[in-house]
Nanobody
């Protein structure tokens, strides 16, 4: 069974930066894309960013464009989310996910079969 383990969350002041990491417990030979989602208290889980494993094409939610950068390391089967210029509204539990099959619906959680346990990001004002 594949496990995704996130790390790098924490408490940061508004305007600060954090880098999240998500490592797969074993090699996933059929990753098509990996993504980051987040869920704030009382809100639904929302798409943040995704990256196609081959070609590194990236996709972002409008709310994070220009501030967040998703990247991946093939050899380590790890995906990163560099978050800059953080705002209090970025506060949420951040989840990474892996989609093993072709999809063009990167923003839909249903397209992802594997999920991490989540890491808390708190941005203070």
């Amino acid at each position: 069974q594949v496990q995704l383990v996130e790390s790098g969350g924490g408490l940061v002041q508004a305007g600060g930066s954090l880098r999240l990491s998500c490592a797969a417990s074993r090699r996933i030979f059929s990753i098509y894309a990996m993504g980051w989602f987040r869920q704030a208290p009382g809100k639904e889980r929302e798409f943040v960013a995704a990256i196609r494993w081959i070609g590194s094409v990236t996709y972002y939610a409008d709310s994070v464009k220009g501030r967040f950068t998703i990247s991946r390391d093939n050899a380590k089967v790890t995906v990163y989310l560099q978050m800059n210029s953080l705002k209090p509204e970025d506060t949420a539990v951040y989840y990474c996910a892996a989609a093993p099959r072709f999809t063009q619906r990167y923003g839909l959680a249903d397209e992802y079969d594997y999920w991490g346990q989540g890491t808390q990001v708190t941005v203070s004002s």
